[in-house]
């Protein structure tokens, strides 16, 4: 599974608190005009008008009227029409003409109302483009095209705010890492979990807001952040003075953790936590992940949330790639309760990393550059093995001396052997050549994981590349992440990502790499690079900037919520035509999407499906 | 991939995927028949709409689903029922008659009504309406 998230190689950290501290000052200034602004009028329909007859004008004389200058459209009340205006009619003298007609009380001008505009007062909300898109600059936006965009390049979700902001009668499952259900912004909108039930529905007593099929139990922590966010943009608790709003400013959350500390998870993962949400009683579930294989297994699973009317929001992927050439699954399910989502960028363009499908892909959403919360706080401690040009000497080599600090295309490389170059150089035979270091942590990180990109030739079977770590200051004894032999293909490095839990709570990790060769034949050799050690500490108030189709498709699932919570008797069949087909049209997605259009909250809340079961019976 | 070897799952590998570029090439010609040919024959198929299902003479009940929008079964929602003798009829037909059908009171608008249509066959439509964003209406139905 791989979960949709753009990762960019340089991590920047965001200064969150700075950001919070300046909207405060800034928001705080004129909080009542934030509050509730109002759209005056802006014009009128420009070929309509509406005339109210004197009560005493006979019906007979009235279509004579109104046929002079255009046609009977609907009537407002009993006794005002409104009339559409022949082509060529000019609104001002048709006013006037009927004006000066006896018969007539009055005539007016259609004129077009908005709606009150609700602005919430979370802090972070003028960071919210994709709700409200006021040309605001993202300056700690990691997506780096299009940044300012355009006003009004949004969902709309204020207009609709004034119909509805409570979607609390909806369920959404973000199956995902799990949800950091304590975070400020997030807690009062959990779903309750008491007397939750297992995914074959079976009653399991009380679940902590959700499930954990990661590690199989009731506590659905989310260890990685990436669940928090999604969690954030469907229902972050709106206008609470704090943080963000979600497109529902109330909602039920419910944390389904399949993916683990490095966001990875398992088809037996994600079919429990579809089945655990449909069980549940779930009516929408968000699933900001996928994977390139077809899966029976997965499928099944989604189609069973379909006979239970559950509507699936599934992210595009981040390749760029066509999906109707490369499937992407969920996304590439022939099912009609999946809606595929491809992310948008500020100025409504598709996100050059967003996949896309004219045949798979439904609609376009905000996913570039967008803030939500997240788990806690993230600290990388990174490493490039050296001091000045040599082996930094807090990396200890132990046994044979054959790890040594290289440069290698450019990059800097621990290796073995010492002269690696990935052409000629040959490591020794009957060797065991250790060296690690150990890293200092503050002892409250609550996820600790390992990543580094390779490359190696090893002699299959025979000569084995072994990674290492402990909570001691030596490498040894420790417990084995993973052993490798064989060959990576091409001249590439390759990323290995670990969990290291042992780590958790310790404040000593030692990494460790051995490379171990029998007596026989010897081939490249290995080189490491890119070498880091994630850790998140939980936390309650931390906020993140994230791009990505992951980001775009909360921004659906939310909606949905709010359909479903708007129109009670809605069918998912309902909820997935008026996201569809009640969006708004962008040039940038027309012929590489399903529908060509962005979804839109307003519009989809005023869509009206077409009636059906018409029949006329002869009295 | 499958060159490395490992026995357990936890390694998770990335690496670029250079993709062929598949270029797909279109022919216009042959066939006896030139693309203008073949445009033409698209746009008059297209501007023909499908006929209207529905038809009745005289008395009649005209009956159809109720819609699950809360706004069209709410005060300013509701119903229009198109009718015309012209089995193709769009509702913004000049010669398209209607009767509003209003939402009146309880769970849902009006789901049917008596027409007395008159002499000859008459075609019909209907349509929802709510008044949320000034005035929606629905696709007409088929």
Redesign the interface.
């Known amino acids: 599974m791989k979960i949709y998230m753009r990762k960019y190689p340089v991590i920047i950290l965001i200064f969150i608190s700075l950001l919070i501290f300046l909207l405060a000052v800034s928001i705080g200034a004129s909080p009542d005009l934030l509050k509730k602004k109002f759209r005056p009028v802006t014009g009128h329909?420009k070929d309509e008008i509406i005339v109210k007859f004197k009560k005493n004008t006979p019906y007979s004389a009235r279509g004579d009227r109104i046929s002079r200058m255009g046609?009977?459209k609907?009537?407002i009340s009993r006794d005002a029409v409104l009339i559409k205006l022949s082509e060529g009619e000019n609104i001002e003298e048709a006013v006037k003409e009927y004006k000066n007609d006896p018969s007539i009380e009055y005539a007016q001008p259609?004129y077009?109302?908005h709606a009150y505009e609700i602005i919430p007062n979370d802090t972070n909300f003028s960071s919210l483009w994709g709700l409200k898109n006021t040309h605001q600059t993202i300056s700690e936006g990691t997506y780096p095209y299009n940044n300012p965009g355009t006003v009004g390049m949004d969902m709309d979700a204020v207009l609709a705010w004034d119909?509805i902001t409570d979607c609390s009668s909806v369920i959404v499952a973000v199956v995902d890492s799990g949800i950091n259900y304590n975070h400020v912004d997030l807690d009062t909108n959990m779903w309750d979990g008491t007397s939750c039930k297992d995914a074959s529905g079976n009653a399991l007593g009380s679940c902590t807001h959700g499930y954990n099929y990661v590690s199989n139990d009731n506590n659905p922590m989310d260890l990685y952040g990436h669940g928090t966010h999604v969690a954030g943009t469907i229902g972050a608790v709106g206008d609470n003075g704090a943080g963000t709003s979600g497109v529902c400013w109330s909602v039920k959350l419910m944390a389904v953790r399949v993916l683990d500390e490095?966001g990875?998870g398992t088809t037996s993962g994600v079919i429990s936590g579809i089945n655990f949400a449909v069980q549940n009683g779930a009516k929408v579930i968000n699933m900001s992940f996928g994977g390139s294989s077809y899966d029976q297994a997965f499928y099944d699973a989604v189609s069973n949330a379909r006979s239970y009317g559950v509507v699936v929001a599934a992210a595009a992927g981040n390749d760029g790639?066509n999906n109707d050439?490369?499937p992407a699954y969920p996304c590439n399910f022939d099912l009609d309760n999946i809606i595929c989502v491809a992310a948008l960028d500020q100025k409504y363009q598709r996100a050059t990393f967003s996949n896309y499908g004219p045949t798979t892909v439904d609609v376009g959403a905000p996913g570039a550059n967008i803030m939500s919360e997240w788990a806690g706080t993230p600290y990388i401690i990174s490493d490039d093995f050296k001091t000045g040009t040599s082996l930094d000497p807090a990396w200890i080599r132990v046994g044979n001396l054959e790890w040594n600090y290289n440069i290698h295309s450019g990059f800097d490389c621990l290796t073995n052997p010492v002269n690696f170059d990935w052409a000629g150089y040959k490591y020794k035979n009957s060797i065991d050549a250790g060296v690690y270091k150990s890293f200092t942590l503050s002892g409250s990180e609550d996820a600790v994981t390992l990543t580094f990109a390779s490359k190696f030739e090893l002699e299959?079977?025979f000569d084995y590349f072994r990674i290492f770590y402990s909570t001691s200051a030596e490498m040894m004894p420790g417990n084995l992440?993973?052993?490798?032999?064989?060959?990576?293909?091409?001249d590439?490095f390759?990323?290995?990502?670990?969990?290291m839990p042992i780590c958790v709570g310790s404040t000593t990790c030692t990494v460790g790499f051995e490379l171990d060769t029998d007596s026989s034949y010897t081939y490249r050799g290995v080189a490491i690079t890119y070498f880091n050690i994630d850790t998140l500490t939980l936390n309650n108030t931390s906020y993140k900037i994230v791009s990505g189709t992951s980001m775009a498709t909360p921004h659906v699932a939310g909606l949905a919520a709010m359909l479903f919570a708007?129109?009670?008797?809605?069918?998912y069949q309902?909820v997935v035509n008026s996201i569809k087909y009640g969006g708004e049209d962008i040039s940038a997605l027309a012929g590489i999407t399903v529908t060509g259009k962005a979804v839109n909250a307003?519009r989809s809340?005023?869509?009206?499906?077409?009636?059906?079961?018409?029949?006329?019976?002869?009295? | 991939m499958n060159i490395f070897k490992n026995h357990k799952a936890y390694g998770t590998i990335i690496h670029t995927i250079i993709l062929p570029l598949i270029i797909s090439a279109l022919s216009c010609n042959g066939e006896g028949i030139d693309i203008k040919e073949k445009i033409g024959l698209i746009l008059a198929f297209s501007r023909s709409p499908a006929p209207v299902s529905v038809s009745c003479s005289g008395n009649c009940l005209i009956s159809w689903n109720a819609n699950r929008e809360k706004a069209v079964n709410s005060s300013g929602g509701g119903y229009r029922l198109y009718y015309s003798k012209n089995s193709h009829f769009q509702i913004s037909d000049a010669d398209v008659q209607m009767i509003d059908v209003p939402y009146v009171s309880g769970s849902t608008a009006p789901t049917s009504k008596s027409v007395n249509f008159g002499e000859g066959n008459w075609y019909i439509r209907i349509v929802a309406y709510s008044s949320l964003n000034g005035e929606s209406v629905s696709a007409p139905s088929d």
């Open positions: 329909v046609i009977h609907s009537d259609n077009i109302y119909q490095l990875s790639l050439s490369i299959p079977y992440l993973d052993y490798w032999f064989g060959l990576t293909p091409g590439y390759y990323l290995f990502q670990y969990n708007y129109n009670p008797e809605y069918t309902d307003w809340l005023y869509y009206i499906n077409k009636p059906t079961g018409v029949t006329a019976t002869k009295l």
